[in-house]
């Protein structure tokens, strides 16, 4: 199946309603006054922005804060606009209007070769792709914190709602002081005029909301105030002072505790339960069977007094289990399963260039070698929680989510109620990482408060249930070959990668109302593969989709976290077959793509790529492309009783423009020492159905001591902003292993390093 066959993975279920809404102009993603219902003392001016009378501004905040800075970066789009302090904007809870969904997180799951997408002369596949899938993500509204797409997403709606609400605001004052707008000016959100008039927004907020904005500019960038400063996160003194609320740190009246114990076997259910024993414990109040919920493993909860007491009631059932009635899995299996299918499966051709067959024939050396990723889970630092409440045909949800619609949509299916009986509030999420996109727990919440006679309950998983029944991301391996011709040159390259598709999963346990009969070809898989920026004259890039039987889910940066691993391993295994300086030939295969020339160059020259290192050490270097953001990352690195010691990692980032350069540092310094955890330590074993790795003692983190200093370096750019949460974690591994392998002469082709 060629890649274009299918845009978006799960839209074939959904032909027609696409070619209706085709015809349909499109949608403002302004909103109207009644988009956000004001409260006493404020006045709603569009979807996005009310305004107190005392100046506030409050802003309707769409996306999940977890570690990220989105309460930081989005208010600060807005108060650039309205020329307010960044202190005087307030968030609140954006509703389920399909006005806050995530258009460019759905934009980016299109399979085009980023060197296409580029600039203004875009093929018209291209053009067409991004405008029906524009489309069709406006209408569904999904309102979804993934794909690092949060600021990139509301760069141009936000800045326009807040213009949009300034335009108002000047003009209501306009009209009661009977003077000309263009004679006003603004600063800190006091408008004045040449004559002495003066005064606060608030003034003016009871008539702003019936005062049409007229010609509404966004302001030029040399105008910008806020825009590009390193302004301080909003969310850090709660965080620091202990008022900041996680989904755990819920507390209601009346509350109860529940803690899971579901089925050791993937995919497996209890048989014979006798829950007595943990019934007469002291604390112990009730037993629930859990059913396998949207794609999680079926079991029980115990509900006590306390969470402690949940969790030793739980341990207490005596419970017999099931296997699966497939069969157990068992990782040694898939593995060898995935590489039978890219030997002799057929899959999708996401990319294709020149003549490969032709180029590999003439070929005078052709070097192949064989990649593999293991299977990872999230190991977020808050485990799964929910906090749900059942009373009078309504339902009420405290939850740490990625996706409010979903849970929501979850919790009134489960109870049974209409979607508008259920009220849902987001917490802060300790870590996300894409685990949070699922809702398996919010479904198991809501079934456990049922039994629970009014009560909120709040429901939590043991770290040993968080990580041996997460939506793992998939393991996967890659064929990767390379010709050389008779002059010398890189004439070819073909990368034939197989391993579980996600979204086709995600959407079936998700969104089942969109998942088609058949799996559409999934960006998510290849992505990493097929878009790499290099000038190979001659490409074949193809990947065979399976069904292996564990359950998958989005892991930060997704496909890119080992298809990076996979394809700059190989770009060092070129350069040593071509007698090369890695640098030097990545140089050379990126004369017509200069952004990426451009990141590469940067941390070549602030890491002192060529330059002597200390006796006993090695730099290592990778480039990658992700979620809209180019990042370079150079590894120094040494052994220490023949381990991997990272020292410093030099990061390049062209994430277009950068609204709060302190968090971009932030968040790649969160991404090498996530990404760094992974490549060292990450695999997930399942033998017998049973996941190995329980806890931190058999699943480690990268210590405080073990973590390398990590600097980072932004390239000037007046592009839109790209990503930044998750672009930083693929060049990781790669360069870590191109650098042990200077120290060891040892190429190592799978992770972990450290085995």
């Known amino acids: 199946m060629k890649r274009r066959t299918l845009l978006l993975t799960g839209l074939g279920a959904t032909g027609a309603l696409v070619v209706g809404w085709g015809v349909l102009p499109a949608r403002s993603r302004l909103g109207t006054t009644a988009t956000m219902p004001p409260t006493e003392g404020d006045v709603a001016l569009n979807g996005w922005i009310k305004i107190g009378g005392d100046g506030t501004i409050i802003l309707a905040m769409p996306r999940s804060e977890m570690g990220q800075g989105v309460h930081t970066a989005l208010p600060m789009l807005a108060a650039e606009e309205l020329d307010v302090p960044l202190s005087a904007i307030r968030i609140e809870q954006a509703g389920a209007d399909s006005l806050y969904g995530n258009v460019t997180m759905l934009l980016g799951s299109l399979p085009f070769h980023p060197l296409e997408s580029e600039g203004d002369q875009k093929p018209t596949k291209v053009k067409l792709g991004e405008w029906m899938v524009g489309k069709v993500a406006r209408e569904l509204g999904i309102n979804a914190t993934g794909g690092s797409s949060t600021v990139a997403d509301a760069w141009d709606v936000l800045r326009l709602a807040a213009a949009t609400a300034r335009a108002s605001l000047l003009g209501a004052a306009s009209l009661e002081w009977k003077l000309p707008v263009a004679e006003f000016t603004v600063n800190q959100g006091v408008i004045s ?78 048989g014979g339960i006798n829950p007595n024993a943990a019934l007469a414990m002291p604390g112990v109040l009730r037993f629930v069977r859990l059913q396998a919920y949207a794609g999680s493993t079926a079991g029980f909860a115990v509900v006590g007094k306390t969470t402690w007491h949940a969790k030793q009631g739980a341990q207490a059932v005596d419970v017999e289990w099931q296997q699966r009635p497939l069969g157990a899995l068992d990782s040694r299996d898939i593995q060898a399963g995935l590489e039978n299918a890219v030997r002799t499966g057929s899959g999708t051709v996401f990319y294709e260039a020149g003549a490969i067959d032709k180029a590999e024939a003439q070929a005078t050396q052709t070097l192949e070698a064989s990649y593999s990723a293991p299977y990872l889970a999230h190991a977020t630092m808050e485990p799964m ?149 290099y000038g190979i004259a001659n490409q ?201 392998y200077k120290l060891t002469g040892k190429r190592q082709r799978s992770l972990p390093l450290v085995q």
């Open 193 to 270: 005029h040449p004559s002495g008039k003066s005064a606060p927004y608030g003034r003016f907020a009871k008539y702003a909301a019936a005062t049409p904005p007229g010609n509404v500019v966004l302001k030029s960038r040399k105008d910008w105030k806020l825009i590009g400063q390193p302004a301080p996160r909003l969310d850090v003194p709660a965080k620091t002072n202990g008022t900041a609320r996680f989904g755990l740190d819920v507390r209601l009246p009346g509350m109860l505790y529940a803690s899971v114990r579901m089925c050791p076997m993937l995919g497996g259910s209890p």
């Open 540 to 740: 074949h890039m193809e990947h065979v989709a399976t069904r292996m039987g564990v359950p998958v889910g989005f892991w930060r940066s997704v496909g890119h976290s080992h298809n990076a691993f996979f394809i700059e391993g190989f770009i060092d295994e070129i350069a040593e077959k071509l007698q090369q300086d890695p640098v030097a030939l990545r140089r050379g295969l990126l004369a017509k793509a200069p952004r990426y020339l451009a990141v590469l160059n940067l941390a070549a020259e602030k890491s002192g790529w060529g330059k002597p290192l200390p006796s006993g050490r090695a730099r290592g270097v990778a480039l990658h492309e992700s979620f809209g953001s180019i990042v370079a990352e150079v590894a120094e690195v040494s052994l220490v009783n023949g381990k991997a010691r990272v020292h410093r990692v030099v990061c390049a980032v062209d994430c277009g423009t950068v609204v709060n350069p302190a968090i971009v540092a932030q968040q790649m310094e969160s991404s090498v020492i996530y990404a760094l955890t992974a490549a060292l330590y990450g695999q997930v074993d399942i033998h017998g159905g049973v996941v190995q790795q329980t806890n931190f003692p058999n699943y480690p983190m990268v210590k405080l001591a073990e973590s390398p200093r990590v600097e980072t370096y932004t390239v000037q750019s007046e592009r839109n902003p790209g990503g930044v949460g998750e672009p930083g974690v693929p060049p990781l591994a790669p360069a870590v292993a191109n650098a042990l």
């Open 385 to 533: 929680n929910c906090t749900a409440q059942v009373l009078g045909g309504k339902v009420e949800v405290w939850v740490p989510t990625q996706v409010p619609q979903m849970a929501r949509a979850i919790a009134a299916q489960v109870a049974g109620v209409p979607l508008g009986n259920v009220t849902l509030h987001v917490t802060l999420l300790g870590g996300g990482f894409g685990r949070r996109l699922d809702v398996d727990f919010v479904a198991q919440a809501v079934r456990v408060a049922m039994d629970c006679g009014g009560a909120p309950v709040q429901l939590s998983w043991p770290r040993e249930e968080d990580t041996t029944h997460d939506f793992y991301r998939p393991m996967h391996v890659a064929q990767l070959r390379a010709t050389i011709n008779s002059q010398g040159e890189l004439a070819s390259l073909r990368i034939k990668s197989a391993g579980d598709a996600i979204s086709p999963r995600w959407m079936a346990r998700a969104l089942p109302a969109l998942a088609g009969p058949v799996d559409a070809p999934d960006k998510t898989t290849a992505e990493g593969l097929f878009d790499q920026p």
